[in-house]
Every structure is written in structure tokens, then in C-alpha cells.
């Protein structure tokens, strides 16, 4: 029997993440290149979707619609890749618990393109309010601090080299929090951020359906990810 140990930590609930990389992550499971589960998190303090997909065990369907080789695709894919949802607005301890975990070999974000800047405004000691890079780079220091492996991260927002402008971010929040050039270090070899570009319509709930947290989808899906051979080692695609 496979056991499908938790090993990504996604941030961001968004309906683009749960109807394309979750996607990429259910299939992987389902074809056996993959036994990972996701945990998700929401970068600010919205826990509507949240609370939503733990009600129903954080199992939803990706509704496929449109064409595709000129045939018409209307069809289910049932999602049961997410084992469950923290709410970071009030358990972030619960999100570093699963930062820091040794099973944990991916990070995933989307959070909007205005998400991976730097602001010098942000404390350490106000992480709720802090900007989502802010956010990963405490997340990352606890991982450093527990003698992390490496970690892959992968952003999906749609900016021009979104990988190497995270990691700028994160190396400019250590100095910011006064890290230490340990962390610098660990951030420069043991996090492997991807520069990717992601392509799918996601058009959100399906009006009138059952299933309250459903995610309507053109067929077409794209993933292209800039990645070194520790990341390609790890990634299921």
C-alpha cells in the first residue's frame, strides 16, 4: 500500500492553484510518478475557501470545458490531493510545523503578481500583516534553524523571472530580520527556486453546482519550469 506522506506546503487557495497545480499533483498520484499530499495555507487573512474545502475533507472536483484536438471536453476530475487546509490568519505555527518538516520537498505560491515584493516596513514580529515574501522568509529561517534539507520553491505568478525575484526578496528579508549570513548561505544552496510560466483559463465555480468549492477549467494546461537538477529530482512533471 502507498502511503502519501504530506510533502507541499501551498500558498495560496486561490481557484488558478487548485485547478492547475493541484491538478498536475493529483494526476502525478494517480499514474504513480508521484505519492505526495498538498497542505494549503491563504497568504492573507481571507479564510473563506479555507474553511470552505476542510468542510468537505478538502476534496473538490476540476470541471474541464472547451475543446481540445477539436473534440468537445466536458468532464469531472475528482481532486483528493490535499490532505488539509490551515488557516494561517490564526495557526501560522501549524504552516512553519509543515515549513520545517523534513517530508515537506516543495513550496508553492501564487499570491497575486503584487505578492513577491520587498517592503522594508514589514516586522518580523508582525508576520500577519508582512507581505507573502516576509512570510517565506521566516518560514524558510525556521526550516534553516531545524537543519532543513533542501527544498524546491516554485512561484506561479505571472512576472518575468518570478523564481530569482523571490529569492532577491527572501535574501533581502534575511538582512532586514538579521537572519544571518548562515541563513544567506542556506538560502543560496539548499532552497532551489524555479523561474516557471504557467498557462490555463480557470474560470472559477461552475454557477450551480454541487459541490461548493468545484473549479471550472479550460482542457488546455501549460507548466514550464526553469529548474536545477535537485529540482527536476524532486518534481513528479
Known amino acids: 500500500q502507498v502511503i502519501f506522506m504530506e510533502k507541499i506546503l501551498q500558498i495560496g487557495e486561490g481557484n488558478f ?24 495555507c491563504q497568504p492573507r487573512t481571507n479564510n473563506k475557501v479555507i474553511n470552505a474545502l476542510n468542510a468537505q475533507n478538502c476534496n473538490y472536483d476540476v470541471v ?5 484536438c477539436g473534440e468537445v471536453v466536458d468532464k469531472r476530475i475528482e ?5 488539509r487546509c490551515i488557516d494561517s490568519s490564526i495557526d ?7 515549513a520545517k518538516s523534513d517530508n ?23 508576520l500577519l500583516s508582512a507581505s507573502f515574501p516576509a512570510k517565506l522568509a521566516f518560514l524558510l529561517y525556521n526550516r534553516y534553524l531545524a537543519n532543513g534539507k533542501d527544498i ?11 523564481g530569482d525575484t523571490l529569492k532577491k526578496c527572501i535574501l533581502q528579508y534575511g538582512e532586514l530580520f538579521t537572519f544571518g549570513e548562515g541563513f544567506a548561505d ?16 480557470v474560470t472559477g465555480y461552475p454557477v450551480g453546482d454541487a459541490d461548493p468549492c468545484a473549479v471550472a477549467c479550460e482542457p488546455y494546461e501549460s507548466f514550464v519550469i526553469q529548474a536545477d537538477d535537485y529540482a527536476k529530482s524532486v518534481l513528479p512533471f
Open 64 to 68: 474541464l470545458r472547451g475543446r481540445h
Open 152 to 162: 524546491v520553491i516554485l512561484p506561479v505568478e505571472l512576472i518575468d523571472n518570478n
Open 17 to 40: 492553484l487548485r485547478a492547475f497545480f493541484d491538478y498536475y499533483i493529483q494526476l502525478a498520484n494517480e499514474t504513480g510518478d508521484y505519492n505526495g499530499k498538498v497542505v494549503i
Open 186 to 201: 542556506y538560502v543560496n544552496t539548499k532552497c532551489h527556486f524555479c523561474n516557471t510560466l504557467v498557462d490555463r483559463i
Open 104 to 126: 515537506t520537498e516543495i513550496i508553492v505560491s501564487n499570491t497575486t503578481e503584487a505578492g513577491i515584493t520587498f517592503n522594508p516596513d514589514d516586522e518580523v514580529d508582525n
Open 79 to 83: 481532486i483528493n490531493c490535499v490532505s
Open 92 to 98: 501560522f505555527d501549524s504552516v512553519v510545523a509543515v
